[in-house]
């Protein structure tokens, strides 16, 4: 039996990976490396806290819940608004899908140590309500969102200029219509607009740039 398929390991064979930027520290060991090995949904790590740092900031899990199992030492758990002590023996439930955040800490002089239970899905949205942070998983991004209309920003669709063309043509006597463009629209975009303005109707179709139509 090979290495990613045997089901025991011994947590002091396994490799550890440390971390720290600034306030942000932990050092963890993957205990389920034959699960992560194939893209498993379920793993556990054991986490190793230094004293007064954090392992990752205020967040919360659209997806996945979360399980944490205190070995040893002392922490404090922030979870919504409240802050609650916590050590060996303790352990700590954070269901998916309720915004209410959660960080594990340790602002004392020795080492937190714990289990981290949970799912790994490929489509996880995070919130960080602290800084308005969301992360997506499936894009490989971190960044900050703007509230915006639903179809703000979108470009008009070519075959609904046929449309509304249309409508205003019926009211026209001279049924030529000038098509003015940015200087920088691919020659296969205008063509595809003065298609659609002789369907609609025009008998007429000139095409200018936006400073030869005088619109700018």
């Not at 308005?132 to 609904?160: A, F, I, N």
């Not at 019926?170 to 063509?191: E, F, H, Q, Y």
């Amino acid at each position: 039996m090979n290495d990613d398929s045997r089901p025991v390991f011994n947590i002091a064979d396994l490799p550890e990976v440390t971390e720290r930027e600034g306030e942000w520290a932990s050092t963890w060991k993957v205990l389920t490396p034959n699960m992560r090995a194939r893209g498993g949904s379920l793993g556990v790590n054991h986490m190793r806290i230094p004293p007064h740092a954090a392992a990752v900031p205020f967040h919360y899990h659209a997806r996945e819940d979360e399980v944490f199992y205190v070995l040893a030492g002392r922490g404090v758990l922030r979870y919504g608004d409240e802050l609650i002590d916590i050590g060996p023996g303790d352990c700590i439930a954070c269901p998916a899908g309720t915004k209410v955040a959660h960080q594990i800490a340790n602002p004392h002089d020795e080492d937190l140590e714990y289990l981290a239970i949970g799912p790994r899905d490929p489509h996880e949205v995070c919130g960080y309500p602290d800084s308005g942070k969301v992360m997506v998983r499936s894009e490989r991004k971190v960044g900050y969102l703007r509230e915006t209309p639903y179809m703000d920003g979108e470009p008009v669709q070519v075959w609904v200029i046929q449309s509304r063309l249309r409508d205003q043509l019926k009211t026209m006597t001279a049924k030529a219509v000038l098509v003015v463009t940015d200087v920088g629209v691919p020659a296969g975009r205008l063509v595809e607009v003065v298609d659609q303005a002789r369907l609609a109707g025009a008998t007429d179709v000139g095409v200018a740039t936006v400073e030869e139509a005088g619109a700018g």
